[in-house]
């Protein structure tokens, strides 16, 4: 235990030291504007929301969409898709696992998985978080340069490496997320269909 607190400060140490004394000017666009990225998607009807200009100013995304995915059952699969061109101090992913509580949301339980999804494996992480009488399954990743990262501080590090191999840190943050009605079985089955759909699309629209 005392090993990996020492690994991860180190590599905060190192995170926090590179950030400052390199700027990150290579910005990779996107392909295409997510505002564009499919509303239809086999049974899937999507409808948009936004985040406050507050929020906004928080996050500092350089692009995102945030909808809600339903079948003609009802069945519903919330999606928040955001990316960054760059990451920079203030500009960077915010993490789920302290996002999430922040919110009011108690989380149950977590552990990371490969899903199967559009032909391609997936390491996602898997988790159940409560809120007062409502209890949620969140999947979600984050997408880098040739990399599905679920763990915090390797973000952190692919930020870097990306950076000095490639000269750019691009990232999305990829959140899907279903209420549990029947079981949470159920909802995590609803988002790795809608995933079905879902995965193919992103390579029309995060960069290569």
Not at 143 to 151: D, E, L, R, S, Y
Not at 185 to 204: C, I, K, Y
């Amino acid at each position: 235990m005392i090993a990996r607190l020492v690994i991860v400060t180190l590599i905060l140490g190192i995170f926090g030291w590179y950030l400052q004394g390199h700027s990150f000017h290579e910005r990779m666009p996107l392909q295409t504007p997510l505002q564009e990225f499919p509303r239809q998607m086999g049974g899937w009807q999507g409808r948009d929301y936004f985040f406050s200009e507050v929020i906004l100013e928080q996050l500092r995304v350089s692009d995102y969409i945030m909808r809600v995915y339903r079948q003609d059952d009802d069945r519903g699969v919330s999606l928040y898709l955001g990316y960054y061109e760059t990451q920079g101090e203030g500009a960077q992913i915010h993490s789920p696992r302290h996002c999430l509580p922040g919110g009011g949301w108690y989380r149950e339980s977590e552990q990371v998985r490969t899903v199967r999804a559009g032909g391609r494996d997936i390491d996602v992480v898997q988790a159940v978080y409560r809120k007062d009488d409502s209890r949620e399954v969140f999947i979600y990743w984050y997408q880098m340069k040739n990399a599905a990262i679920t763990n915090d501080y390797m973000l952190k590090v692919q930020m870097v490496l990306n950076s000095l191999k490639y000269g750019r840190n691009d990232a999305a943050f990829v959140r899907l997320s279903a209420p549990v009605t029947s079981s949470v079985e159920e909802a995590v089955t609803r988002v790795e269909d809608f995933m079905e759909d879902f995965v193919p699309q992103l390579d029309r629209f995060l960069p290569e």
